[in-house]
């Protein structure tokens, strides 16, 4: 195993791009050598405060930087499959963030191009790295607790087009393709059982941003469990994604990184890992596949069947 420092290129210095370098500060032997960004002067700022040293806003220039060995991609949810595929054909380890595609076509070409350069692929599934989660899992895998029904609710207030940091963004953020991406990729892996049934409806389409600003999703795993997701544009607050996990023998929620049970009680999951950012945690596995030349949890290939489901809710929607 390779101790000698990874070298890093980032490309999207937006909100998220920002959660992922925090997050790589604390990770050791690990350097970003060159930050990707829309905007120059923005850019070059945000470099100057994570002491990078390249910055910018073509990615082919990027990808040929000296020694560089993988990308983060933070980029436009449109741009991701064109620019793994991107990294992938310059040889370098990618991880892009969710979603790794809007389109099966795109999400299935990127798996042949992973298996083809056997490099490292995997995408932002963060919820599978979250310390909650993490504590949920660990209890399915011992046999303590199965889920009965996941009840989650993703909320945002986006009638303009902004970012996560309430900032102007350039393109159209997506409920079917990115959000509930995170839901359904997530049920399938704490069921431990495949997708079966999925259907899905959605509101009036947005005059100017021409997406559905309202949705609901409901989901049957192989093994019984059900899945019922309802996600938001619309919403004032409280904004984010809530997870109830209603089970066997328990009921947890779950908040990004923290967890409760049903009677809204914290439970401490500070030594489920060793951060309790899911953020760096997905970045620590990144990482480590890549020292150990081995397929990461959350790797395009694992996460392929939550786009084939994505897939068959888009064909009902548009009724295609």
């Given amino acids: ?22 997050g790589i500060k604390n990770i050791a032997d690990v350097e970003v050598i060159s930050l990707v960004g829309h905007d120059l002067d923005k850019t070059r700022e ?120 309430g900032q102007p963004r350039s393109w159209t953020d997506h409920l079917l393709w990115h959000h509930a991406a995170h839901t359904v990729d997530l049920f399938a892996y704490q069921c431990g059982s495949p997708i079966v049934k999925a259907n899905a409806i959605q509101g009036p389409i947005h005059p100017e941003l021409k997406i559905a600003m309202d949705m609901s999703i409901q989901l049957k795993a192989a093994n019984g469990a059900i899945c019922t997701l309802s996600l938001s544009f619309n919403n004032d607050g409280p904004l984010g994604t809530f997870f109830r996990y209603i089970g066997d023998s328990a009921t947890y929620i779950a908040r990004y990184d923290d967890l409760y049970n049903g009677k809204d009680e914290q439970i401490d999951v500070s030594q489920v890992d060793v951060s309790m950012n899911g953020i760096e945690l997905q970045d620590r596995e990144f990482f480590a596949a890549i020292r150990a030349g081995r397929e990461p949890n959350a790797s395009v290939a694992r996460v392929l069947p939550c786009y084939e489901v994505l897939h068959q809710l888009e064909q009902q929607l548009t009724g295609a």
Avoid: W
Wanted: charged share 15%; hydrophobic share 40%.
């Fill in 1 to 22: 195993m390779s101790s000698k420092p990874l070298k890093v290129a980032l490309a999207g210095a937006g909100a998220f791009g920002i959660k992922h370098l925090d």
């Fill in 46 to 165: 945000i470099a100057a405060q994570y002491g990078i040293g390249h910055v910018t806003t073509d990615l082919a220039e990027s990808l040929a930087q000296p020694g560089l060995d993988a990308v983060i991609l933070c980029t436009p949810t449109q741009m991701h499959a064109a620019q793994a595929i991107q990294c992938l054909k310059a040889g370098k380890h990618v991880e892009v963030e969710i979603p790794m595609a809007d389109s099966l076509a795109d999400a299935q070409e990127l798996v042949r191009l992973q298996k083809e350069t056997g490099l490292v692929a995997m995408c932002g599934h963060t919820r599978r790295f979250n310390p909650s989660h993490q504590y949920v899992h660990k209890k399915i895998q011992s046999g303590a607790f199965n889920i009965q029904q996941l009840d989650v609710q993703t909320y945002f207030f986006r009638r303009t087009n902004i970012n996560a940091a």
